[in-house]
């Protein structure tokens, strides 16, 4: 079946470095996509959404960046700082089947470097 | 304001049990949607929760069921455990079957 999917398994950046983390899904229904970050025992937490309709989207010392052409997904961290280490998932939905549950990538364990 | 909060934290359970987790949404939410997560997985859908009706299904058997109360609060049951149940049982929640839920922190199922 379709599915969200990560191109990296871990993630090594230096404390002060920018991140990026990708994602590729291959639903082409999909129209809002999540990014979480998951810390050791923690749920999932909300980082930045985006919708199919925009290309880039910024929050505080994050950018998700969509390419829908080549269904592709990124997360960008500025200034990575010891506490952004975590798994990073990016989540998708295809919103216009009604209800459905978010469809989960296996994750990018970022570990930042001293 | 609370968030989502689930209880309990941690169980272990016996091969052919039965267990049921709770969860009690955000303040102001409505639709509890439920997760299971896989050690070194990313968590899959389990269904969802609205108007106290099961509104969607992810690819899981009829051992898993739920419930949602009238104060939008609910339960996930799971019957019959398999030692393969053994995961993270995340409760999301969010507003009028909405996008972007909040997650609780979990139930962490041990079936031994």
């Known amino acids: 079946g379709e599915s969200v999917g990560l191109h990296l398994p871990t993630l090594s950046v230096q404390e002060g470095d920018n991140s990026i983390i990708n994602c590729a899904y291959s639903n082409s229904a999909s129209d809002y996509f999540i990014w979480y970050k998951q810390e050791s025992g923690k749920g999932p937490q909300f980082i930045i959404d985006i919708r199919s309709n925009m290309d880039k989207r910024q929050g505080q010392r994050v950018t998700v960046l969509l390419n829908k052409t080549v269904k592709h997904l990124s997360l960008q961290i500025a200034a990575t700082q010891p506490g952004d280490s975590a798994v990073y998932f990016c989540a998708e939905i295809a919103t216009g089947g009604g209800a459905d549950g978010l469809t989960f990538g296996k994750g990018t364990h970022l570990i930042i470097q001293p | 304001d609370a968030g989502v909060t689930q209880s309990p934290t941690h169980l272990i359970k016996t091969r052919g049990q039965q267990v049921t987790l709770r969860c009690s949404p955000k303040s102001g939410h409505d639709t509890v949607s439920w997760y299971q997560q896989a050690l070194g997985q990313g968590p899959q859908f389990i269904f969802q929760y609205y108007e106290e009706e099961e509104r969607q299904r992810g690819n899981f058997p009829d051992r898993f069921s739920g419930h949602q109360f009238p104060n939008y609060s609910s339960e996930l049951n799971v019957n019959a455990l398999l030692l393969g149940d053994s995961a993270l049982y995340l409760c999301?929640?969010?507003w009028g079957q909405g996008l972007g839920a909040f997650f609780g922190q979990g139930t962490r199922l041990t079936v031994v």
């Open positions: 999301a929640s969010s």
